[in-house]
């Protein structure tokens, strides 16, 4: 009864919107599991570098998947407004008011086929719809009406399982196949780059430990991070001066010096002469610490010893210890007084200077 053409076209006609529907999921749901992928590169996994291939992968993966939603959608829209399926409607119709018809319709119904593509005696009134309707609406009416005309000239009604999964799970595969060889990537690395950086760490920790209290540690054996590593010595056990004196020197994943900071408390309760005299002599003795660990440093500036500028000295003289003191940069380091209002001022208060060094 069917031409092969029209045969094709009826095939069609049940794959495509199918196609269509599935194609129109994964557009909108690609980019979600793209950014779960980079959640997990980012957060959780603490990769180093951006992932430019992974980065474009998803925009090309989406461009391909609505190319071929457009083609077939637009495809078979057209098609069921030609002269080719309008032919294959009036012999369908025509088919209808044979009395072996109904009977085919209902063992279609048995077999599994839907209920609903089956519905109508005419088959062309189902696709008479508003030029608004949604799109999955549009494309299930014309599967429906294939699917009833394939019942109805004895065709066999194309399986569809194998489109939708290639559609699925083709474009899934190849973004999570390409993450995953990135995660394999990041693992590798960064247990590499975490023994260059303990190796550093653990060399500043050694030198610290020669004239510091207590010395702390960011351990990147046991917890990497791509920001870097902090390794803090403090000259005194208890906090007998205001927040104490320390160092903190900071290491990147390449066992490079990246900032060093020091801070040293002020006490409020003696003389500016007296604290500027003992933060002088704890400035040498942490920066003699810090050249002793013999590290590299990503610019001389970070492992030059600061020194107080005349002008900070002249401030902190003839201001209150309860008058902070904004920073003042002075090429390869600046240095500031954090403190309190007097009256909000207590033993919990902090009063220090700090130099920031390559700032």
């Not at 992974?54 to 077939?72: N, R, S, T």
Request: glycine share 4%; hydrophobic share 40%.
């Amino acid at each position: 009864m069917l031409t092969n053409k029209q045969r094709k076209l009826l095939k069609r006609a049940v794959i495509y919107p199918t196609c269509v529907r599935t194609q129109a999921i994964i557009a909108f749901a690609l980019p979600f599991l793209w950014m779960f992928l980079i959640f997990i590169d980012d957060v959780v996994l603490d990769g180093q570098d951006f992932f430019t291939f992974g980065f474009w992968l998803m925009p090309v993966l989406e461009l391909i998947d609505l190319a071929f939603l457009l083609v077939q959608g637009l495809y078979i829209r057209f098609a069921v407004r030609s002269k080719e399926w309008n032919d294959i409607v009036e012999k369908a119709n025509i088919t209808l008011q044979e009395p072996k018809t109904d009977e085919l319709l209902i063992k279609a119904v048995s077999a599994g086929v839907s209920s609903a593509a089956l519905a109508n005696d005419n088959v062309g009134a189902e696709f008479r719809m508003d030029a608004t309707v949604r799109l999955f609406k549009e494309m299930q009416a014309i599967r429906h009406m294939a699917m009833k005309m394939c019942v109805i000239f004895r065709e066999r009604i194309p399986n569809r399982i194998h489109y939708v999964l290639a559609i699925v799970l083709i474009p899934t595969l190849v973004l999570t196949g390409t993450y995953v060889y990135r995660y394999i990537d990041i693992l590798t690395t960064n247990s590499y780059d975490s023994k260059i950086a303990a190796a550093s760490v653990y060399q500043a920790k050694e030198a610290l430990e020669q004239g510091c209290q207590k010395v702390y540690i960011d351990d990147p054996l046991k917890d990497f991070d791509s920001n870097g590593y902090e390794v803090s010595g403090y000259l005194y056990e208890n906090d007998t001066i205001s927040n104490d004196s320390y160092i903190t020197i900071k290491i990147d994943n390449e066992g490079i010096i990246t900032d060093v900071d020091y801070i040293f408390g002020v006490d409020v309760n003696d003389t500016k002469e007296a604290n500027l005299e003992r933060i002088q002599v704890e400035l040498d003795k942490l920066h003699e610490m810090l050249m002793d660990s013999d590290l590299d440093a990503k610019t001389d500036y970070l492992t030059e010893k600061p020194y107080f500028p005349e002008e900070t000295i002249e401030d902190f003289m003839n201001h209150s210890y309860y008058e902070r003191m904004t920073s003042r940069f002075k090429g390869y380091f600046q240095v500031g007084y954090i403190t309190s209002e007097k009256a909000e001022h207590d033993s919990n208060d902090d009063s220090y200077f700090y130099f920031m060094m390559g700032s």
